[in-house]
């Protein structure tokens, strides 16, 4: 197993700043990732999160927006750059082994309002 | 990627069994099947997975139809407690090894007293 640690759990910023969450997880793991909840919906895979690399944006994000940095296996961050009340959602770090038979892990999550 | 769809809703009373389908026609021969719930937006709970068989652990069962084009996750003795949204995953494995998971919209199950 693994326990996810997600900082902050909460905050109010104003639009066109910025704002790094950072995510800690207890034991070295091979995949990490972020996601965004927006009120009401699913949760959209933002990128994975690559150790050494740039991470591997899904359709939709770039790194402009969303730079993400990962230095070791245990550790990444996630900066929601120029806000805009469309940011306001739920961020989530989410970890998984490389076997396609294990569970994957999920902090509790950042939750974000632009004013 | 594989996509699921979920009823948006259901309710089921207190005590019986809860049965949340799961449609994932497009699935690979080598893509899991995953069930997390979600409740009040704190971070999704795992609940379990499967491949191709049957599975049953100390929270619900799996039933996986012979063509895995959809699935059923089993509550069996829901209680209040239960009352959350569930999400049908479909672990996608691309070519070069890379994963992730493909959250559908999720059913919001109410257990009723």
């Known amino acids: 197993s693994a326990v996810i640690s997600q900082k902050p759990s909460r905050d109010i910023c104003q639009r066109g700043t910025s704002l790094t969450i950072q995510c800690q997880v207890d034991s070295q793991v091979t995949m990490m990732f972020w996601y965004r909840q927006q009120p009401g919906q699913s949760l959209t895979l933002i990128a994975t999160?690559?150790?050494?690399?740039?991470?591997?944006?899904e359709s939709g994000f770039v790194i402009d927006k969303f730079p993400i940095s990962r230095p070791n296996l245990t550790f990444s961050t996630l900066t929601v750059s120029n806000m805009s009340p469309e940011d306001s959602s739920i961020y989530l770090c989410?970890?998984?082994?490389?076997?396609?038979?294990?569970?994957?892990?999920f902090g509790q999550g950042t939750r974000l309002t632009v004013v | 990627d594989a996509k699921t769809t979920q009823p948006t809703s259901m309710d089921c009373a207190e005590g019986r069994a809860a049965n949340l389908p799961c449609n994932h026609s497009t699935i690979s021969g080598n893509e899991y099947v995953y069930w997390y719930r979600q409740i009040h937006s704190q971070g999704p709970q795992y609940i379990i997975h499967?491949?191709?068989n049957n599975e049953t652990n100390e929270m619900a069962s799996l039933i996986i139809t012979e063509d895995r084009k959809s699935s059923t996750l089993i509550l069996p003795h829901a209680t209040l407690r239960d009352t959350a949204v569930y999400y049908c995953i479909v672990r996608v494995v691309r070519v070069q090894g890379a994963q992730k998971l493909v959250f559908g919209q999720g059913t919001r199950l109410t257990i009723n007293p």
């Open positions: 989410s970890v998984m082994g490389v076997s396609v038979n294990t569970e994957a892990f």
């Open positions: 999160a690559n150790q050494g690399s740039e991470a591997t944006y």
């Open positions: 499967g491949l191709k």
